[in-house]
């Protein structure tokens, strides 16, 4: 077998392991939110690009955590670290679609930056969310 060849398999594999990903959504999101989700899932699956496809199947987006974070906060209050989160998150995710960031949001967001606690937080929230879907997704084939 060619490396070409090899390279196209190994491809595909991770292709099949990025569309088992199920995306987190949430519906208190806007519709232009979980279509950009559903975008980028899609560009993923697309793509040959080995980095990107192993990022999307270790760690979640900013908008799967945004959702995350929205659904966190439906069911009770988030603490400051999190709510530091949910605001940047939202007013990330909201501009990059081209969205108008709700005021409220928006004045919580203005001028804030990441600390490096809060960075480390997400990035492990990020990976949080992937490992209990792919938890999720080996019960549901082992039933």
């Known amino acids: 077998m060619s490396k070409q060849s090899m390279f196209d398999r190994d491809i595909e594999l991770l292709k099949i392991k990025a569309k088992a990903v199920r995306v987190v959504l949430s519906p208190t999101l806007s519709a ?3 279509q950009g989700i559903n975008d980028h899932r899609e560009s993923i699956l697309a793509c040959s690009d080995v ?3 192993l990022d999307y199947i270790d760690k979640a987006t ?12 439906l069911s009770a209050p988030l603490n400051d670290e999190f ?3 949910f605001t940047f998150l939202a007013a990330k995710v909201f501009s990059d679609a081209g969205l108008e960031v709700p005021e409220d949001i928006s004045e919580a967001a203005d001028g804030l930056e990441l600390t490096e606690k809060q960075k480390h937080e997400l990035e492990s929230f990020r990976r949080g969310i992937r490992v209990s879907q792919q938890r999720t997704f080996a019960n549901e084939l082992a039933q």
Request: glycine share 4%; net charge negative; hydrophobic share 50%.
């Open 32 to 34: 232009e939110v979980l």
């Open 62 to 73: 900013d908008a799967e955590c945004l959702c995350a974070l929205s659904e966190m906060y």
């Open 51 to 53: 980095a990107k496809i």
């Open 83 to 85: 709510y530091g989160l």
